[in-house]
């Protein structure tokens, strides 16, 4: 215990001297959540929007009114041939047209079916997606509305409303931002701790340190030590510079947090002492400190892709991603403010992952040691 | 009094090669035994096994009675070692050092405290007690890292080339240093390639392709020479001169010695002054020709020639 401490102690003021450590420990993270948190955002806004409109009744304006009001639209243009508006289409001055027969106003009020048009750029396929699903949800609140208008006897039977929990808004800033600290926190535990094994074994205090009478298990706890105090201070930091400018709720308890940023650093720092025990250079750490935490923390944990639209093999690969365990358990704390009960699985998962890291790293190093 | 370190055929392999073959000694209590050797010729693989860092293909290592390869745990605690990086943490003070190596042998606090005293004060660190490792020079971080090896008082002590790029004047220090701990009872095995420093040895083995090629106290290694004096000639053509004695029968070899030549003979008498008048008249301007002591170099390039 006192030898542990002393190489926590001595890891902790090697670290505050460290220019390089104290860069992927506090800076990287923080440049991390501006960069990703800025521009990483799925919501589609001020959508430039072209109409044709060969009706020119009220209703037609109407309808022109329902998508510019949307928030979603902004009306760019008044065009009136096709040939004007694929032109604009093709300068990307517009994104959407919205294409209006003439006969409109007269076939709505005899109760005819009227086709409206929506051209949508599909140069961006996510973009277009979103920016059809915002053009039906507004066609079909206003037509809805006629019917009601034109049906003399009552109202439509049937009516969708929709209620979105937890994310009323659907802003998709507050479901990545969750992925995101994930994904920071594994980037800057595994790349610092994977530099610091590595770093004795170039350096040669390993062979001394090695000499001393000291079991491989103290050595690894006490090089974890600093370094998990260390990224849950960030951690925390990261989840309340969120809420200030991100607006991420918190609606969960604190202390479940903390519990689950444990747990998930902890297992972070064991992957990162890991490769630093395999590696036998600070640049093959690196490469393999980023190969390891980059990838598969942005693309097999849930944080951008879904893990259910995967292929069954490559979601069996994410059963091994602990970031996949925490961005469930996050999500769950601060956006539904979950109760233990509905997220301990992924809990214990983080846990056995971390268990069983650190201990092949102490084993790892016992073997080379021997 | 049973030897401080016994060594039976201690052997490594690494894959084909054999790094240490089968060597076999023993050092005592108190003694300044030399590995003497060319890199590569295997102190370094030899020691490790010592001290229980690498494991021995065959053979055994006993050190202060315990067989290494059994509890290498033990030996650990009872051994200091200083290997030829001086392995400090360069961010951390020198203070800082000897705290965590202090630590890491389990002194507790008042132990440190004592011990960081005689550190500082025999490496000469007083007033620089605050300064980062790295700002030290090499005498000093040389003197702090045998130090920190020292910290836990063991009765032996294994130095890897402890005196690599370090200036001569601290090298001296460097060596009243170890023949103070001698004269305390330490024993020191220390592995080196600056032959002058082996002459501080009270013993040496000369190391040569992983083989003990000889060992003994300075005075009896260089017993081999005892029936083939070696001669000293001074000439300002020493190449030519070197050309000129392979053809004389009496010389079995030559070697440059700085600016000299040495040539070893192959019999005890020989007519000096006839040799000098032969080599002058074949135009050699030869300014001198002794019979000299032999230098350990000597010794070393006769036993790894030999081998």
């Known amino acids: ?370 | 009094m049973a030897p401080a370190i016994l060594v039976r055929d201690l052997t490594r392999r690494f894959g084909a090669f054999t790094a240490v073959d089968a060597i076999s000694f023993a050092v005592e209590q108190g003694e300044i035994f030399g590995f003497l050797g060319a890199n590569g010729a295997g102190k370094s693989t030899a020691i490790r096994m010592m001290c229980g860092l690498l494991k021995p293909t065959s053979g055994t290592a006993v050190v202060d009675g315990v067989d290494v390869s059994r509890d290498p745990e033990d030996v650990k605690r009872r051994i200091g070692y200083m290997s030829q990086k001086f392995s400090l943490y360069e961010a951390l003070t020198v203070e800082q050092n000897i705290r965590f190596f202090g630590a890491l042998y389990g002194l507790d606090d008042a132990r440190i405290a004592l011990r960081m005293k005689f550190v500082i004060e025999m490496a000469g660190l007083s007033g620089r007690e605050k300064t980062r490792a790295r700002d030290l020079a090499g005498g000093w971080r040389q003197r702090l890292a045998l130090g920190c090896a020292i910290l836990h008082e063991p009765r032996i002590v294994f130095l890897d080339e402890p005196t690599g790029g370090v200036d001569p004047v601290s090298r001296r220090q460097f060596w009243r240093l170890i023949e103070e701990m001698s004269r305390s009872g330490v024993t020191t095995l220390v592995t080196t390639h600056y032959l002058d420093e082996a002459e501080h040895c009270h013993r040496i083995a000369i190391i040569n392709a992983g083989k003990l090629a000889a060992m003994g106290t300075s005075r009896q290694l260089k017993e081999i020479f005892a029936r083939r004096p070696i001669l000293e000639i001074h000439s300002t053509r020493p190449v030519d001169v070197m050309r000129a004695l392979e053809q004389v029968p009496d010389i079995e070899k030559t070697t440059v010695f700085g600016t000299a030549v040495h040539a070893v003979l192959r019999t005890p008498d020989v007519d000096l002054a006839g040799l000098a008048r032969d080599l002058n008249a074949r135009g050699l301007d030869v300014s001198g020709i002794d019979r000299v002591m032999p230098s350990l170099e000597d010794v070393f390039l006769d036993v790894v020639e030999h081998a």
């Open chain 1, 1 to 370: 215990m006192r030898k542990m401490l002393a190489v926590g102690r001595k890891e902790f003021r090697q670290i505050a001297r460290d220019r390089r450590s104290l860069m992927v420990l506090l800076f990287v993270p923080a440049f991390f959540l501006l960069l990703y948190g800025y521009a990483l955002n799925f919501d589609v806004q001020n959508i430039q929007l072209a109409v044709h409109d060969s009706d020119r009744s009220q209703a037609s304006r109407d309808l022109v009114n329902a998508f510019v009001e949307s928030g979603y639209f902004r009306l760019a243009a008044d065009v009136s041939s096709s040939r004007e508006y694929e032109a604009l289409i093709e300068r990307g001055e517009v994104r959407a047209v919205l294409v209006i027969p003439s006969g409109l106003q007269r076939d709505l009020l005899t109760g005819h079916r009227v086709p409206v048009q929506v051209v949508i750029n599909g140069d961006n396929s996510n973009t277009a997606t979103t920016v059809m699903g915002y053009a039906l949800s507004v066609l079909q609140t206003a037509s809805a509305q006629y019917q009601a208008q034109v049906s003399t006897r009552s109202a439509p039977l049937v009516t969708v409303e929709s209620r979105v929990w937890y994310n009323p808004q659907l802003r998709s800033a507050l479901f990545l931002i969750p992925g995101l600290i994930a994904y920071i926190g594994m980037i800057s535990s595994v790349v610092s701790t994977s530099l610091s094994v590595v770093r004795e074994k170039e350096r040669g205090t390993m062979e001394q340190v090695r000499m001393a009478p000291l079991g491989t298990g103290s050595y690894i706890l006490g090089k974890t030590l600093p370094y998990f105090v260390i990224s849950l201070a960030t951690s925390v930091f990261i989840v309340l510079a969120s809420m200030a400018l991100f607006g991420l709720p918190m609606n969960g308890s604190w202390a479940l947090l903390i519990l689950a940023l444990s747990l998930y650093l902890a297992g972070a720092l064991g992957l990162g002492l890991m490769i630093s025990t395999i590696a036998e250079s600070q640049q093959v750490a690196f490469q393999l400190a980023v190969l390891a935490s980059f990838l598969p923390t942005m693309m097999l944990s849930g944080f951008v892709f879904p893990i259910a639209s995967m292929p069954a093999p490559i979601q069996a690969i994410t059963l091994v991603v602990p970031a996949r365990y925490f961005i469930v358990a996050l999500r769950s704390i601060v956006l539904k403010g979950a109760e233990l009960s509905a997220f301990w699985t992924e809990l214990a998962a983080l846990a056995v992952y971390a268990a069983l890291m650190l201990t092949l790293a102490s084993r790892r190093l016992a073997r080379q040691w021997a």
